[in-house]
């Protein structure tokens, strides 16, 4: 087979993957619409066949706007990590590296604290506190006098999450121990059991639409995880384009985290597993992170609202399961290089 024969089979193999993918997704969230624990435990299709009320009732309006925030969370926090580890060339950033996450914990938890926790003010505030810290990080990394550019954002952004992750500290010392400390904690843990329309609703359309900026300049990624002479050379303003990309990427986050609480692992571990699959060129591995953030993120919650009597906060099993996940892959890739 010559080369271009070979180029066109990759690109069938890589579309019929990531179109295998979008179908299993697709259908395993119609299967999990009747996986739950009413009214038994397990699968249940013959009281929603038999037009029982409460069934219906949950179904539409508890489980179906929690899969839907499942699949959106899960792309968006996927799209931002593979953004953020492309355009600082390191396969182990993602928001949280530059206090993205840390800052809009502490905004989110500060609004439940004084006592404006409606779900747009806890948005706004942790959208608003997400990007100072972006903001934060960007303008430290540049008085800093230690290493190349990626290197001191990187570093200034360990040093904003520890500031923030401080002040959230202290927010929680002085939360009110019975209400406000008890919704800061579960906040922490992630989770989707506040899931409805309304919430749903609230941040869905920005956060589809950083998700569309980002996929429609992918290509862009390519680009600018090269060295900035080159990326100069193609007609590209580097520092321009990096920062519209991050602020993107931080807003979607932000919005997503709003209601899901703090949720990790998924931004870190399905890129990875993306550019196994698709390879490191944005056209395919941005999308297909995007859709096995999707489907990790629907497994986690199907397993936290299934697996026992009580709900496991979704944050823990994406902690768990993608710790496993990156083990394996650091294993792997170790193997790999002695070989």
């Given at each position: ?144 006098r ?87 050379s ?62 990790f993120?629907?497994?986690c ?14 944050g ?20 790999g290089?002695?070989?």
């Open positions: 087979m010559n080369r271009a024969g070979a180029f066109a089979h990759e690109m069938r193999r890589r579309r019929l993957i990531l179109l295998s993918l979008v179908v299993f997704t697709f259908l395993l969230s119609l299967l999990f619409l009747f996986a739950g624990r009413y009214p038994k435990p397990g699968f249940t299709f013959s009281s929603i066949w038999n037009q029982e009320g409460m069934a219906q009732s949950i179904l539409w309006k508890v489980r179906l706007p929690r899969i839907i925030l499942a699949l959106v969370a899960g792309s968006m926090l996927s799209a931002s990590g593979f953004t953020f580890q492309m355009l600082f060339s390191n396969p182990l950033v993602e928001p949280g590296f530059l206090g993205v996450s840390q800052g809009s914990a502490f905004g989110a938890a500060l609004m439940m604290v004084i006592g404006a926790s409606t779900t747009v003010m806890v948005q706004l505030s942790a959208t608003l506190f997400g990007l100072l810290a972006l903001l934060a990080s960007y303008l430290l990394a540049k008085r800093f230690f290493g190349g550019s990626l290197l001191r954002l990187v570093l200034s952004g360990i040093a904003v999450s520890a500031i923030f992750s401080s002040a959230l500290g202290v927010v929680k010392l002085v939360a009110e121990p019975t209400k406000d400390l008890q919704d800061i904690t579960f906040w922490m843990m992630g989770g989707l059991w506040n899931a409805s329309w309304k919430q749903l609703f609230s941040i869905i359309w920005t956060v589809i639409a950083c998700m569309l900026l980002l996929f429609t300049f992918r290509w862009k990624l390519n680009l600018l995880s090269l060295e900035e002479k080159t990326a100069h193609v007609g590209l303003n580097p520092k321009r384009d990096r920062l519209i990309l991050l602020v993107v990427a931080t807003v979607g986050t932000t919005l997503t985290i709003s209601i899901t609480g703090l949720i990790g692992w998924v931004g870190l571990i399905t890129p990875h597993l993306a550019r196994k699959l698709f390879g490191s060129d944005s056209s395919y591995s941005l999308p297909g992170s995007m859709v096995l953030g999707s489907l993120l629907l497994l919650d199907t397993l936290g609202r299934t697996l026992l009597p009580t709900e496991i906060p979704i823990l099993l994406t902690s768990l399961f993608g710790a496993v996940v990156f083990i394996i892959i650091l294993s792997l890739k170790h193997q290089g002695k070989a």
